[in-house]
């Protein structure tokens, strides 16, 4: 008989297009060699480049979900799309009773096409009642500007909106991958061809330098990284060393992306990059 590998949980919305999301969750998951579990938030339609449409799944069924996940038991959490108050209320709710385990938030506020995944009203329960329970939360910059109420024009700022973050509960992992809003041409992305994901723990900071990989096939990307944190925290790596394996190993999806779809234009990092069985 096999030794069990690490449990992982995600809750997060499905995409029919199997680009992000909970598809996406469970290719990293299984990349990591982790036994995923699912809960599934919302249900969406989509193509490759297009969010269709998009239908929370209820809170009752979610806490079937989430109760029977509990029962079977898991090492981490990841959590992305919530898509409205209601299931931020259920995600809270049932992680306030849960003994103590590490869970990773990507707040997915909206899709890279501009569909909104989390209405407005629900920003204000997430910081009050979800950050206070998470060990990480990763923002990229518009997100962590959202949860910081502050603008981010570069380096400086970003420090700023990490302590800012920080002190609401999570630790957090700001992702560079979008660019700064304002000051054209700082350290942190752009014209290098580097990028920075800045972490804070609470005590330090830590900056994951890495190139940009050009590809216009991202789709994925922001799950992928979350759920492989989520992953290296279920093998009980410390935050900083799951957070700088899981990086490499976007890097390394985002080298294997490839197009979906008739034009070519739209596409998915391939987290299972390497790993295909038919080779
Ligand atoms: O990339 C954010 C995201 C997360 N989860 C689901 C999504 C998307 C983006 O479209 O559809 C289900």
């Known amino acids: 008989m096999a030794t069990p590998p690490p449990r992982v949980l995600t809750i997060a919305g499905s995409d029919s297009g199997g680009c992000s999301g909970v598809p996406a969750d469970l290719r990293t998951f299984a990349a990591y060699g982790v036994h995923g579990l699912c809960a599934l938030t919302a249900v969406t339609a989509q193509t490759a480049g297009e969010v269709k449409a998009v239908e929370p799944v209820g809170t009752e069924l979610l806490r079937r979900q989430l109760e029977a996940a509990a029962e079977i038991g898991f090492d981490a959490i990841k959590i992305g799309m919530l898509t409205d108050a209601a299931t931020v209320e259920a995600v809270a709710d049932w992680l306030e009773a849960l003994p103590p385990t590490p869970a990773v ?3 997915v506020f909206r899709s890279t096409s501009g569909a909104a995944l989390l209405e407005a009203e629900a920003l204000p329960l997430v910081v009050e009642r979800l950050l206070p329970r998470l060990l990480l939360v990763t923002p990229n910059l518009f ?64 900056a994951f330098v890495h190139p940009r990989i050009r590809t216009p096939w991202r789709r994925g990307t922001g799950c992928t990284l979350s759920a492989a944190i989520a992953a290296g925290l279920g093998w009980h790596l410390p935050l900083e060393r799951a957070v700088r394996r899981a990086v490499a190993f976007v890097e390394r ?13 739209h596409g998915a990092l391939d987290p299972m990059a390497g790993r295909r069985g038919h080779r």
């Open 105 to 107: 938030f990507d707040p």
């Open 143 to 206: 997100e962590a500007e959202r949860l910081s109420g502050m603008a981010i024009g570069g380096p400086d700022d970003a420090r700023t909106a990490a302590r800012r973050i920080e002190r609401l509960g999570p630790g957090v992992l700001i992702t560079g991958g979008h660019g700064y809003s304002a000051a054209a041409g700082s350290a942190g992305c752009g014209a290098s061809g580097e990028l920075t994901d800045l972490l804070f723990d609470g005590n330090r900071f830590e």
């Open 253 to 265: 999806a985002l080298r294997g992306s490839y197009p979906l779809g008739r034009n070519g234009r």
